[in-house]
Every structure is written in C-alpha cells, then in structure tokens.
C-alpha cells in the first residue's frame, strides 16, 4: 500500500528515485510523486497516473538533484486526485513530507492545526504530518526537532519520509509500515521495499517500530518508542537478492517471469537447514494447538497444509483468515502455536494475529519470503522462502513455495524428511513441462476460448479445494472476469443453479478423489457446462483437457500452474497489465 523512496549523496537524486518508483509500482499506482530541492526551494511534480505516464507529462528528470523523495499511491483516505497525490506540503511550501500507512488520529489533528491558521489542500490524512512539522518549527527548534515532535504525535501506521527547502538531509520515521536503508559509498537510500535501490548497493539496514533516521547523507539512527530521542546502532546487513531478478529481462510481464522461475524457487524453498525445520518440528509437537494463519494465497497455502497436515502427519491444524484471528483469540495460551504465513512479512492482518498471540505468550513461527521484514523480526524462528523479489502484484511463485515449504514441515514432523525432500525434488520435472511452450500455447487455446465469459466455476474435493479457490483468485485478479470455488460436493447444494449452456468450470482431479469429482463434473455437464479438466488422466466428460501429471500431496504446487498461466492469459488477452490490477496493491500494509 503506497511505495516510497529517498536518496541523498553525490548521483543524481532524482535519476534514482524514478527508478526507484518504477520498482515500488506494485505496491501501489493511483498516482505519483516527487520532491526535491534547488537552490532552496522545492521543487514538486505529482500527477494521477502510473510513473511511466506522469513522468512522460512532467518530466521528472528535469533538474539534476542531490536529494529527492517519491511516492507510489494506493489511495485510502482521498480519492484519487492530483492533489491527493503525495508529497504534501505545509503552508509555506517548505516541507515536502511522503507517507505510507494510515494516520489513526488526523482528523483531531487537522482539527486543531486548522484553529491555528494552517490551510489544508488535500483530502488525504497524510498532509497533517506537513503542517504539524511546521507547527513544530518554532522557536529556533530544528528541523530535527520539528520532525521529532511531529512524529510523537502521530497515531496509527506510518513511514514518512520528510525535506525541507534548506537542509541538505532526509528525515525518515517508520511504525507499522515497512521502511529500510540502503547504504552506499555514494549516499543513502531509504524506500519501502529493498528492490527500490537494489540496482545502487546490497548493503541495507533494516528500522525497527519508532526508529527515526537523519540521512545527511550518512544515516544516523534514533528510536523515539520512549517518548526520548534515543540514540541506536543498527547494523548492515547484505542481501542475498540479485537486482537482476527484480527486472523483467525478455519478458513482457513480471507475472509469465515469476510463474516460469517456479522451475527453481520451488526447489530453493525447500533447500532448508534441516536443524531449524526439526526445531519447528518440536514446536508443533509441544504445543496445545497450532494455528496457520495469513491472507489471501496464503491463506490458500494455509488451507492447503492443513489437509496435509491431516493426512501426513495426522495433526490437526486451526486455520484462520488473519484478518477474522480476533475472534479466536481467547483460545490463545503460552501453549498456542501460531504459524504466520505471509509473502512480504508486512501483511498489517498478520502482523496483528502474532502481536495478539505474543501478548498472550503464544510461539511465533513465520513463512516469509522478505528478509528483514517485521514478521521475521518479530517471531520466534522463520523459514525464508528464498524466491527472490516478487513483483507483479499476484503471487504466483511464493504461493507455491509457501505449499512447498509446509509440505516439508509436514514430512518432516511424521519422521519422513527425506521423504518429502525427494517429493519435492521430483517437481522440477513436472513444473518444466508445465511451463514449456507447449503447455503455455495449449493453455492460451482456453484463454481464447473463456476470454468473453462472465463467470468460471472452479472445483475440487480435499486438497484440490483450496486449489480451486486459489485459483479462483488467480482468475479474478488477473482478468476481472468472476470466479468461484466449491467443494465438489458443494455445488448441487445452491450454485449448481448458475450453470447454464458453455459455463466454465475447472475441475481439478487426482487420483484419490477422481471417482467423486468426476461425477460432480457429470453434473456440470449435464446441465450445458463447458467442463475444462486439470488432471493426470483425460476423462470423455473434459471439453478441454489440461495434463497435469499425479504428484499425490504435491499436486496443489503443480496444479495451480496451469491456472496461474491461464489467468495471465486472460489478462493480457482482455487487455489488462496482469503485474498490476486495479484496485489492488502488493502489500497490504493496512487494516
Ligand atoms: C493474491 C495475493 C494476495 C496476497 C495477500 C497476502 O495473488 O497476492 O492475496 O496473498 O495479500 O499477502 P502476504 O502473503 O504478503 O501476506
């Protein structure tokens, strides 16, 4: 939800943070901004658009800076306008200031600023953090402290990054939402997200909650949680991700590049320190009740390892949107398990169920492919996914790696790792043939096929279940054409209704259910149903077949691929930029 980004040192600033904006779009791209400073002033330019777009219109390259900040919008509070759009100013044109997160208490805040003269021009909660920097700069306080009593003051989810006319330094605060440094011997950077300077250094510094940074150039680091400013050492890290892979290279969208990569990220998923899954493994057998909780695909990664879980291990496992744990929480204990299970780390659901169960004693083990992120640093052990940057907006390949991960949890807590290691070794075989040219030029015979339907029914038994649910989300992300997901035994309890001449259903088949599921394909049939068939064998209820060979608890990773590639398909058939939907943002950093 919204990208932001800031250089200060010798390049040219604002050469860096358009790039930098073009890799924060995914997390947002309502509109787009940029401040910098010249010769005392500041200069703006912010417009509705995509980066690409706005800076074609207002150049953002005109002048060569030596400090500039910018920001990609998801808009939450004010429609999306140009003067919505960030940076915001104070009154006197001397403070720029961009935000990602909410600001819990701005309307008591603008109240207030208002009764003391300051004019408002944008409906955004945002804009009160310029005007109560400025409030602040009263006498003879810095520009330091301005920000710092400003910043006290805020309530909510936040990174912002602040300038101003004549100081040759940026002021970032981060609480609740994502913000990292990046150092290099040229200057600093400070963006939402590591692939917005990945291109510049490797050398990043990862912010906890209430840590306010002075970059002038070098970064000095403060945390203001106490109400003090006090000083803090944050070390350096490297970061094993490789800028290469934040970029598309030959291909059109990042969607088709991260769905192809699945050939490896698979594999690097499960390439796990064995000591670490066997401690996680000891968690989950000490504790009274486990929890998988996460959002979206991965909750669908959730759903998935739960039916795993039952059937490799025999352990039951509880599985919760993050965003409904609140209703559940009164079962947590010290002896609660909660596995946290988030592509970005950064997922604001998620972040709340662990903090509820930390409160409550409960361990916290999380499934992250961000390094760094606040869901890593505030559980108790993590596994890394280790799939490198995603970017387009869907997730394609970290939801695979999620599945392949718990897989191995799950062979690995009934004593047989070495089992599903071998099992998800044998993957890569499959997921090459799926992602061949071959696979990929039948597929797109479908999208043609499907491209102007209204509606497409997915359905499947056990762990083909949240397979089709998954995706059904794939579906409607990508294209806009509505999906849904039953339970195969589902159907003829309502939605069997909506079936009518040429309705699609997918049906998703493997041999412990195809019995059951192809009798509920029957039925789909028989009603004028276009039955659309993912499966190891053909079968004369299939209208269009899509071979996928029988990988037992492995099929949800190689099933979906077909779909995932259907879905960007579709999305680009119809017209649609797959890597980034409407409406939707990567990381959802908000409630
Ligand atoms: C769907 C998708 C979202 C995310 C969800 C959770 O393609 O990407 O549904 O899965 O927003 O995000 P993370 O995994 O970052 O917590």
């Not at 800076?55 to 910018?70: M, Q, S, T, V």
């Not at 920097?133 to 602040?162: M, P, Q, T, W």
């Not at 009798?519 to 064998?537: C, H, L, T």
């Amino acid at each position: 939800m919204c990208g932001i980004i800031g250089y200060i040192g010798r390049r040219n600033a604002s050469q860096i943070v358009l790039e930098g904006l073009k890799h924060l779009e995914y997390r947002g791209y309502d509109s787009v901004g940029f401040a910098g400073v010249l010769n005392s002033k500041l200069v703006i330019k912010k417009d509705v658009g995509k980066v690409d777009e706005v800076h074609a219109r207002l150049n953002f390259l005109e002048y060569n800076l030596k400090l500039a900040i910018g920001h990609t919008r998801w808009a939450t509070h004010g429609r999306v306008t140009r003067t919505n759009a960030h940076p915001h100013t104070d009154c006197n044109k001397r403070i720029a200031i961009v935000h990602n997160g909410i600001i819990d208490n701005y309307e008591e805040l603008k109240k207030e600023l208002i009764s003391k003269g300051h004019k408002f021009r944008s409906g955004t909660d945002s804009e009160v953090v310029a005007h109560l920097i400025e409030e602040n700069l009263v006498d003879g306080k810095s520009f330091e402290e301005a920000c710092f009593n400003a910043f006290k003051r805020l309530e909510g989810a936040y990174a912002i990054l602040a300038i101003k006319n004549d100081e040759y330094e940026i002021v970032a605060i981060k609480k609740g939402s994502p913000l990292v440094i990046g150092v290099a011997d040229h200057g600093s950077f400070v963006a939402s997200d590591i692939p917005a300077f990945l291109n510049y250094t490797k050398k990043v510094v990862y912010l906890y909650d209430y840590d306010m940074v002075f970059l002038k150039p070098e970064p000095v680091f403060y945390n203001i949680g106490n109400g003090v400013m006090l000083k803090v050492e944050r070390p350096i890290q490297s970061v094993e991700w490789d800028a290469e892979k934040a970029r598309k290279g030959d291909f059109e969208h990042f969607m088709l590049k991260e769905i192809m990569e699945q050939v490896d990220t698979v594999q690097r998923a499960v390439a796990q320190d064995k000591r670490i899954l066997e401690k996680i493994v000891g968690e989950i057998r000490r504790a009274k009740g486990v929890f998988l909780v996460g959002c979206g695909s991965s909750y669908h990664a959730c759903l998935t390892a739960s039916y795993v879980f039952s059937k490799v291990a025999k352990e039951h496992v509880n599985v919760i949107l993050a965003s409904e744990f609140p209703n559940y929480e009164h079962f947590l204990t010290e002896k609660t398990l909660i596995i946290a299970v988030s592509q970005s780390g950064e997922t604001y659901d998620v972040l709340e169920a662990i903090r509820a169960g930390k409160k409550r004693g409960s361990k916290i083990i999380s499934i992250v492919n961000v390094m760094g992120s606040s869901l890593v640093r505030e559980s108790d052990a993590s596994l890394l996914m280790h799939a490198g940057p995603e970017i387009c907006v869907l997730s394609t390949k970290t939801y695979t790696s999620q599945i392949a991960l718990l897989n191995l949890l799950a062979y690995t807590l009934s004593d047989k790792y070495e089992e599903g290691k071998r099992r998800l070794k044998y993957l890569w075989n499959v997921i090459y043939y799926l992602t061949s040219a071959n696979t990929r030029n039948k597929i797109r015979k479908l999208a043609e096929k499907l491209l102007d339907k209204q509606h497409i029914f997915c359905i499947g038994r056990g762990l083909q279940y949240p397979t089709a649910m998954e995706a059904a989300l794939k579906i409607k992300e990508a294209s806009y054409i509505h999906a849904e997901a039953f339970a195969g035994g589902e159907l003829k309890h309502g939605t069997i209704a909506l079936i009518e001449e040429g309705t699609p259903c997918i049906v998703f088949v493997s041999e412990e259910n195809a019995k059951e599921i192809l009798s509920n394909a029957i039925e789909v049939k028989s009603r004028g149903g276009y039955v659309i068939g993912i499966s190891p064998v053909n079968s004369e209820v299939f209208d269009f077949w899509i071979k996928v060979p029988e990988c037992g608890t492995e099929n949800p990773i190689v099933q979906i691929i077909p779909i995932q590639i259907l879905a960007y398909q579709l999305a680009v058939l119809r017209g649609y930029d797959p890597d980034k939907p409407r409406n939707l943002a990567k990381s959802v950093t908000v409630k």
